[in-house]
């Protein structure tokens, strides 16, 4: 068990002075993995004072060095990175196949691409767009960003959140979920190892309405960044409002997954399986709401049930696991509340539906499950689940595949199964939502951004798009003729 702290302030790590003491807990074994005190208002003010001093050198080194420092930082967390995919895997219930395969390859690759991108900030050319000016483009750090992320990938969100903060200058105070700090704290223990100077990257423990509150509403914080739920991200939003500060706000999904009768049946069941039950369905882009061309739903319906069944469920730690648990006891139960609602409303449930027997049913586990003969307006197909639940529902026409995919409040993410080039492109431009993957569901990639359409939120993380979030741009407009009056004045006043 952890006695360190799960605070990491100016380069040191303590504990929070809250007073409120919390366990992290591993929710597929039920063990606690640390005990600490959460961070209050005091550590947060303290955390954003250290942000703010460092902020003053930070957004002063150049791009090369900032890039230097995260290569560096990347190397770091490669010598690391078995010991950041066993705390990833305890501490958020993975199996560590994934945590392995996934989690932690997925941020090394992350960090070294923001250390490319930090030396690319674009603009428009300088030029005299006005004849007697030079026009050029100044890209500049905001100043201390406040950053709140989930407990889903936790690995993943801190460096979604902080590195095209950083690549761009900015300095961080980034507040994990209380249910999953390991792995952040070490993520900001390794950006010191690697020399990246204390206070530009700061994590502070805390729950969210005290330490996120205190993160949203403080003066010296230029910038909101927040990961999470819709209903969280609308408070988010009205609170930063009151100071007007920029706000990123990546939320909730309910992904559809469009299998037209031309698909390839076998790849589009394999991938619905995967979509839905990657990270135990706890994935803002799962795929969560298969609609099937008739011909193909039936057969589409038995193949995914199959493949379900020889998921393994198990031990975290053992590699042939495919499926670890949920976040908490809480969530499990959520999670099977709005699987029963369904039943009861007239939903089949064809596989899953329970808590596993055995051992694993007494800890977050919960089965993978498939719904079908859901309304389309039943909680089941219109909100988020967050669980290894996939709704499977048949469509007739292309004109309504386009319509089911886009009704519901979300937009984050969808997916087309076709072999049809004229599907696909109707598919990719009709879908509201910041990605579209054809013949496929899940991959993602540091070059290319992540993103929502409608309550999804607005902003974008990874890729080169993120520094639109990060930077003011700035217009530096120089005359050039050294006129004393000059020639727009005469609309203002004329004599000479
Ligand atoms: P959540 O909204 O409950 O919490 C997210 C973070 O906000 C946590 O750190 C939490 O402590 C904090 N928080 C909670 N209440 C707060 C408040 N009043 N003020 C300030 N901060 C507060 O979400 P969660 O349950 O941790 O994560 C699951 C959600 O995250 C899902 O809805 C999922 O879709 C979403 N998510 C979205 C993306 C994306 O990129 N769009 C990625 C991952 C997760």
């Known amino acids: 068990?952890?006695?360190?702290?799960?605070?990491?302030?100016?380069?040191?790590?303590?504990?929070?002075?809250?007073?409120?003491?919390?366990?992290?807990?591993?929710?597929?074994?039920?063990?606690?993995?640390?005990?600490?005190?959460?961070?209050?208002?005091?550590?947060?003010?303290?955390?954003?004072?250290?942000?703010?001093?460092?902020?003053?050198?930070?957004?002063?080194?150049?791009?090369?060095?900032?890039?230097?420092?995260?290569?560096?930082?990347?190397?770091?967390?490669?010598?690391?990175?078995?010991?950041?995919?066993?705390?990833?895997?305890?501490?958020?219930?993975?199996?560590?196949?994934?945590?392995?395969?996934?989690?932690?390859?997925?941020?090394?690759?992350?960090?070294?691409?923001?250390?490319?991108?930090?030396r690319n900030l674009e603009g428009r050319a300088s030029a005299e767009y006005s004849a007697d000016h030079t026009s050029t483009i100044r890209r500049e750090p905001i100043g201390v960003i406040g950053s709140i992320a989930p407990w889903n990938y936790p690995l993943q969100m801190a460096a979604w959140k902080a590195l095209p903060a950083m690549a761009a200058g900015n300095t961080v105070v980034l507040k994990p979920s209380e249910l999953t700090p390991l792995t952040s704290v070490l993520f900001a223990e390794t950006a010191r190892e690697a020399g990246i100077p204390d206070g530009v990257l700061n994590i502070v423990t805390g729950s969210g309405p005290v330490a996120g509150q205190a993160l949203i509403t403080h003066p010296d914080v230029a910038m909101v960044s927040f990961t999470g739920s819709t209903a969280v991200g609308r408070q988010v939003a009205a609170q930063a409002a009151g100071s007007v500060k920029r706000v990123h706000l990546e939320l909730g999904g309910k992904a559809p997954f469009l299998v037209f009768d031309d698909a390839d049946l076998e790849a589009a069941a394999r991938g619905a399986v995967a979509g839905a039950l990657i990270n135990s369905g706890q994935d803002c882009t799962a795929a969560t709401r298969a609609y099937v061309q008739r011909p193909l739903y039936k057969t589409f319906v038995e193949r995914v049930a199959a493949l379900m069944d020889g998921v393994r469920l198990g031990p975290v730690d053992d590699p042939d696991t495919d499926m670890g648990s949920l976040i908490s006891l809480r969530q499990r139960d959520r999670v099977a509340a709005m699987v029963e609602a369904a039943r009861e409303g007239g939903a089949t449930v064809v596989r899953g539906g329970r808590v596993p027997d055995g051992p694993l049913g007494r800890t977050a586990h919960y089965e993978p499950t498939l719904i079908t003969d859901a309304a389309q307006d039943s909680a089941i197909v219109q909100q988020e689940v967050f669980g290894p639940v996939l709704v499977c529902l048949p469509f007739d026409t292309d004109d309504e595949a386009i319509h089911l995919a886009n009704d519901t409040p979300y937009g984050l993410a969808a997916s087309a199964w076709t072999t049809n080039v004229f599907r696909a492109g109707r598919a990719s431009r009709e879908i509201q939502a910041g990605c579209v993957w054809i013949n496929d569901h899940i991959p993602i990639i540091s070059e290319m951004p992540h993103g929502g359409y409608k309550a999804s939120g607005f902003g974008k993380d990874m890729s080169a798009y993120s520094f639109d979030e990060y930077t003011n741009v700035k217009h530096v407009m120089t005359e050039i003729t050294g006129t004393r009056h000059k020639s727009w004045h005469d609309v203002i006043f004329t004599s000479r």
């Not at 799960?6 to 380069?11: H, V, W």
């Not at 005190?37 to 460092?54: M, S």
């Not at 770091?76 to 390859?105: C, M, W, Y």
Request: glycine content about 8%.
């Open 1 to 118: 068990m952890e006695t360190t702290g799960q605070q990491f302030i100016a380069g040191k790590r303590r504990s929070g002075t809250s007073g409120e003491q919390y366990e992290v807990i591993n929710p597929a074994t039920g063990e606690v993995l640390a005990t600490d005190t959460l961070a209050g208002p005091e550590d947060v003010h303290e955390a954003v004072a250290a942000a703010r001093a460092a902020f003053a050198e930070w957004s002063r080194t150049t791009p090369a060095e900032r890039s230097e420092a995260m290569l560096r930082w990347a190397d770091q967390l490669h010598a690391r990175s078995e010991e950041l995919a066993q705390t990833e895997s305890r501490n958020a219930g993975k199996p560590i196949r994934l945590t392995r395969g996934f989690d932690v390859p997925g941020t090394i690759d992350n960090v070294r691409f923001f250390a490319g991108a930090a």
